[in-house]
């Protein structure tokens, strides 16, 4: 059974008149970093190849990840988040139950070659995202030199073939003497797969990567992950990350029956903060997530008649 249970402590207007629709595009912008889909919306990078492919220390059939769990509880090592979504070659579609399989080193920079600790698949939504939590991988020795912190990903649209491939992190400074990560052309082209990581505030790093590959999936409105400009957005939900409650601003353009949502991970819908008909204005709603409301990731979805215009991430934390 599903929880629908959302506070709305107040809903407020406020005047329209300070909304200037030249700063819309800056807002937008500024919004991007929060989003969960790319930061760049005109970007569609198809994932490319590692040149090391696979290396050497794939294990197959690693368990299912559970609770987006990679890591045990007390693994050694910076607590670390990645998420992002999964999509086709032109990023027109959202692929749901793509699996994701990940393996990396510990925070030693050594791999569990026995067992499969820090291995580990996963599903895409039906949203098409994924997220799991483990620890930022060490560094290991690669002949005389170390290679930079990486993730090795085996990406799987349904019916599809496998996408194999490395993830690295901005500011590594193995990454420019690594063969693999320094490559920024042609087929082994590893800049879309440096990714920045940023600490969420309680010491955990979080980054971002959608994924871009062969498969079928569900139709994205060309704007419909980011924001329908035209239509509404969210400005702000904050504080972020949040404990008791998170204040969400967001603007409606046009008279319209407007949503607004909270959804877990896995695309289940965890409390409704707007379900109504709302004139043109910008609104402010306070979400008091229940106590049975776990840690973790949510999304926070508007809807204009319908047609979702803004997605965006916020995490529960302690
Ligand atoms: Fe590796």
Redesign the pocket.
């Known amino acids: 059974m599903k929880s629908e249970k959302g506070r709305r402590d107040f809903l407020k207007k406020t005047s329209l008149t300070t909304l200037s629709l030249g700063l819309l595009p800056l807002a937008s912008q500024q919004l991007l970093g929060n989003d969960l889909s790319t930061n760049d919306v005109n970007a569609c990078n198809p994932t490319t190849l590692d040149y090391y492919g696979e290396?050497p220390?794939y294990t197959a059939n690693p368990p299912s990840i559970v609770n987006n769990k990679l890591a045990k509880s007390g693994e050694t090592g910076t607590p670390m988040i990645i998420s992002g979504r999964v999509t086709n070659l032109d990023c027109t579609e959202a692929i749901p139950n793509a699996i994701v399989d990940v393996w990396?080193?510990n925070d030693a920079g050594q791999?569990d070659n026995t067992s499969y600790n820090l291995r580990g698949q996963t599903k895409t939504n039906t949203q098409g995202y994924y997220v799991f939590e483990t620890i930022k991988p060490g560094k290991?020795l690669n002949g005389a030199q170390y290679?930079p912190s990486?993730i090795?990903f085996k990406i799987t649209a349904p019916g599809k073939t496998t996408l194999t491939t490395?993830l690295y992190f901005k500011g590594d400074t193995s990454i420019p003497i690594d063969a693999a990560a320094s490559i920024n052309s042609g087929t082994y082209d590893a800049s879309n797969r440096i990714i920045e990581l940023k600490d969420n505030g309680s010491g955990t790093l979080e980054g971002t990567w959608d994924i871009v590959v062969d498969g079928d999936g569900i139709k994205i409105d060309p704007n419909s992950s980011v924001v329908h400009i035209d239509k509404g957005m969210i400005y702000e939900a904050g504080p972020n990350p949040f404990s008791d409650e998170i204040r969400i601003r967001f603007g409606v353009f046009q008279g319209a029956e407007v949503g607004l949502a909270v959804f877990n991970i896995q695309g289940n819908k965890v409390a409704t903060l707007e379900s109504s008909n709302l004139q043109a204005d910008k609104y402010e709603v306070v979400w008091q997530p229940d106590s049975g409301i776990p840690n973790g990731f949510y999304f926070i979805a508007l809807t204009i008649n319908d047609l979702q215009v803004h997605y965006l991430k916020v995490s529960k934390i302690d």
């Open positions: 290396g220390f990396h080193a791999y290991y290679r990486h090795h490395q």
